[in-house]
């Protein structure tokens, strides 16, 4: 098993940027890691995922704005988000897979002002 510890949310106004980390209690090096978020009344939805081979993907909505990228000595994933908007805001989940087992942070709150 491996827990996954999000930090780095808050509040940011339009146009501003927050770097979201995502802390593994053990090495992940062979696990696809990745973001979601889900905002209310809305199913979660995938933000950015990259595997064990640093190969990345993004959703439609956050390319060019978000850039997801992994420290395997820190065990630590990231996600830099630039140029927020209001429709950014929703909780951010942390995502780790490995041998068909899924792994979630508690999620970290992040919300984007007009």
């Known amino acids: 098993q491996v827990q996954l510890v999000e930090s780095g949310g808050g509040l940011v106004q339009a146009g501003g940027s927050l770097r979201l980390s995502c802390a593994a209690s053990r090495s992940i090096v062979r696990y696809a890691t990745g973001w979601y978020r889900q905002a209310p009344g809305k199913e979660r939805e995938l933000v950015s995922a990259i595997t064990s081979s640093a190969s990345t993907n993004y959703a439609d909505s956050v390319k060019g704005r978000f850039t997801i990228s992994r420290d395997n000595v820190k065990n630590t994933v990231y996600l830099q988000m630039n140029s927020l908007k209001p429709e950014d805001t929703a909780v951010y989940y942390c995502?780790?897979?490995?041998?068909?087992?899924?792994?979630w942070g508690q999620g970290t709150q992040v919300t984007v002002s007009s």
């Open positions: 995502h780790a897979r490995w041998l068909g087992y899924d792994y």
